[in-house]
């Protein structure tokens, strides 16, 4: 089972990074529910006394108007009997007849006197009843107040344990594709956007044991970061910038003739786009016929040498004196092809081959002995000409592609890696050259195009690869990825991917070439970093501007979700990158965040959504859909990566 706790994550030799999918397995629970409160009553103390007191003189008033009648003739009563015993003390009336009125009288004011008791009675029957029935609706509120207050603390208790999942649980999961994936093709982005998914990838290649060769054919330096990166985990990248450091590269001498005419008419062909297989061959034949006559190890100026004296350009006699070629070799190349039509043919021919190569003709002229290094970075100066570098180019890539058909396979899929960066500024034969060649020596490649042209449509995702897409300002371009990728596809997008791609600058400079300073020494690396996380941070400015986000808005963020459509995909933030690969299940569409500060954050791993949803149901079956416990000790920070002790 796959361990997917951040501090036991390892970066796996096998997998090709791509970027991180935010995803909460576990839903936010919302604010906790509301404890149950009673109705507001006065206080325990006060609250009887008031109470019967208030009913006490409710039911005298209401008793009191309806004996007032009875009251008032009871009065009447009393008062006759008074005058009548004043009447008999007077000697006005018998006191026979008196004691008959005294009797009479106060016989009826008895009467009403036993009535107005039985009233008072009645209200205090009242009274009492009426406290009892308060009293049974008071124990039956405490007992539903008690209910409720069991019922409200098993749902906290239920809340609190969603709640700690989802604060507890991953957010950011690794997106990758296997090794057995023989090429990714990145379509679309801007610079800073590759900048960062050649970053992340690079530095996951570099820390798996493997090694990186970097085409750079951008122009915008989006290497930069990936080589303070490899600096910083104790590597000493080769950075060549061409054509200042034309000189020193010697990429392709070790090729044999047959080879090297191979390399030169391709670079020829640059400026040619409408050139056919057989114009290619006849420059090859002119090309193979040349380095015949002028032997092993020939250099491109030697080469230029002999194509002006068989184009019969200026002076050979400058040629001779300058040691390019030798009388002999000018003889030979005169009778090198024969007369009349067919001469005039072949100097034209020459004469458009010498031109374009003399922009190579500095090419190893200064080699010097390289250290092993397992970070190499070719790229083009922005201030040169733009064909010119296009020609350099060209050079590199098919110089890389015969050094690739002529190794052995490799044991270890991307254990090499290359990546060319602006791959539609190559040929479409060019590439599909590297692309074999890579396939046969089970070299890695990574290709970049910055727009759909037709020949990249015709070569996107051909063969066992991976296609990713990025931001795709062109219409047409987002028209033809989303179509590519299909529009049901709803993909979730994490508010921190918007907000640090809003925050950051553009790229900025150029790189600085290490074949430069060769003579004056290599500085001695610190390898004591073993911490790649730290590097991204210290070394990177993903890492730094990622710092300055609050840690709350790093571990958990609100995200929107958003359908592949044209306009969603020229609107992609800048670090989004949109992932298909095909798997046994069928084709998946994953949409990551290549910024590699995400490796830094709390809640990442370097497992992918799959296994770790595996996992957490292999510990509680329950946890689907955010219903089971998750696994134990998802908190703490994440691996110390070590550049030195990658899995081989």
Known sequence: MTDVHPEHAQLQADRIYLGWQYILLHPDPGPPPKRPSPAEEPSPAAAPDAAEQELLRRERRQEDMLNQPVRFFRTFMLVLAVLILAAAVAGYLAWPFALAGLTAAGGVAAICSYALLQGDRAVKYRVLEQQARDERLREERDKELFRAQEEHAQRYREWQESKERHDRQLTWYAVAVPDEIDRIDVAGGTLPGWSALITLL????????????????????????????????????????????????????????????????????????????????????????????????????????????????????????????????????????????????????????????????????????????????????????????????????????????????????????????????????????????????????????????????????????????????????????????????????????????????????GYTSTISQMDDGRETRDESHADLAGDITESTEWGRTADKISEKERVLQRSREFLVEPHQLQQLPTTSVIVTDATAQGRRVRLADANPAILTFPKTTLGELEEVREAVLALDPKAQDGDGEPPPNLGPPPPRLDWRKGRQ
């Open 202 to 509: 690079g530095a996951t290649r570099l820390y798996s044991g493997g090694h990186l060769t970097v085409l750079d054919l951008s122009e915008g330096a989006i290497a930069k970061d990936l080589i303070e990166l490899a600096r910083k985990g104790g590597d000493d990248p080769l950075v060549w910038v061409l054509p200042v450091d034309l000189p020193r590269l010697d990429l392709g001498a070790t090729l044999k003739p047959e080879a090297f005419a191979d390399v030169l008419a391709h670079v020829v062909s640059v400026s040619e786009e409408h050139r056919t297989t057989r114009d290619l061959s006849f420059d090859n034949a002119i090309l193979e016929r040349v380095l015949e006559v002028l032997g092993e190890n020939a250099t491109i100026s030697q080469v230029t040498a002999a194509l002006r004296a068989l184009a019969q350009v200026g002076d050979p006699r400058d040629d001779l004196r300058f040691g390019l070629i030798t009388a002999t070799q000018l003889e030979r190349i005169g009778t090198l092809f024969g007369r009349g039509v067919s001469d005039r043919v072949v100097i034209e021919r020459a004469w458009a081959l010498e031109s374009q190569l003399r922009k190579l003709e500095t090419l190893g002229t200064e080699a010097v002995r390289l250290p092993p290094a397992r970070l190499r970075v070719v790229s083009m100066d922005r201030q040169a000409g733009v064909f010119g570098n296009r020609v350099l180019g060209t050079y590199v890539a098919t110089a890389l592609t015969h050094i690739l058909r002529q190794s052995a396979a490799s044991d270890r899929p991307w254990y090499h890696t290359i990546i060319v960066a602006g791959a539609d500024k190559l040929r479409g034969d060019v590439l599909d050259r590297l692309m074999d060649a890579c396939e046969t020596s089970r070299t890695g490649l990574v290709l970049t195009y910055r727009s759909l042209t037709p020949t990249v449509r015709e070569r996107l995702g051909r063969g066992h690869a991976a296609v990713a897409f990025m931001r795709l300002g062109n219409a047409e371009d987002a028209r033809v990825a989303s179509e590519h990728v299909g529009t049901e596809h709803r993909l979730e997008l994490a508010q921190l991917t918007e907000t640090i791609s809003e925050s950051l600058p553009g790229l900025d400079g």
